[in-house]
């Protein structure tokens, strides 16, 4: 099975702050990486997926994915105490099945 | 649009008791998955489904574990005779495949005694 590498464990920022969040595949063949949230009691939700060099930004949120050392990272600006979450990546190799990372759990404080 | 659905919302059993977790997906998603997320941790992959036929169980535990789908749509994730290390929440996403974004219920969160 695939190995996703997460880091942090957890993170804490101010309101209106920079969180970031960093993985690592052990799949040389990984073509597709997905970051996702889950609020407690909830189901993870999508943020956005990246499978191109370089960085993907969607309003506050940039991925950046680096294919030859296999890490990809999420970046969030101007955080939120909303933001406060679990944050996963996600390796999507054959297109189907999600393989998660142990997550980084979020505190934005006020 | 209604997101997935997944009854109950928790479930707590004795070790040896059976349960069974129901999964609504969205409507026109032929893929359907179910994941195990224990406390702490990721979700990881149990089984999924591309409209009634299994396509990866690999990772089911079935001795214990099995997963239908009958008519492409609900699905029914069943334990047999549960043990404490199965304590952990048990999510259904569903997508219509080939890379989609895979859209999660709000899980069902069991507690084996």
């Known amino acids: 099975q695939q190995k996703v590498q997460q880091s942090p464990e957890s993170l804490s920022v101010p309101e209106g702050g920079m969180a970031s969040f960093n993985c690592t595949s052990s799949d040389r063949n990984f073509q597709y990486f997905w970051w996702y949230r889950q609020h407690s009691g909830e189901g993870p939700k999508a943020l956005m997926?990246?499978?191109?060099?370089g960085d993907k930004k969607e309003g506050r949120f940039t991925a950046h994915l680096n294919k030859a050392s296999l890490h990809v990272s999420l970046h969030i600006r101007d955080s939120q105490p909303s933001d406060s979450a679990l944050y996963f990546c996600a390796d999507m190799p054959n297109y189907n099945v999600l393989y998660f990372g142990s997550g980084t759990k979020l505190t934005v404080e006020p | 649009e209604a997101g997935v659905t997944q009854s109950p919302r928790y479930a707590v059993l004795q070790e040896g008791q059976a349960v069974s977790f129901w999964c609504d997906p969205i409507?026109?998603?032929?893929?359907l998955y179910w994941y195990q997320q224990p406390r702490d941790q990721g979700p990881q992959l149990l089984v999924y489904?591309?409209?009634?036929?299994?396509?990866?169980n690999s990772q089911l535990p079935s001795d214990r574990f099995s997963a239908v789908r009958p008519k492409g749509t609900n699905s029914t994730l069943k334990i047999q005779s549960a043990k404490q290390g199965d304590t952990a929440t048990y999510l259904c996403?569903?997508?219509?495949?080939?890379?989609?974004?895979?859209?999660f219920g709000p899980g069902t969160r069991l507690t084996v005694l």
């Open positions: 489904f591309r409209d009634e036929a299994v396509i990866d």
């Open positions: 996403a569903s997508s219509t495949g080939g890379g989609g974004e895979q859209y």
């Open positions: 409507s026109g998603h032929d893929t």
């Open positions: 997926s990246i499978f191109s060099d």
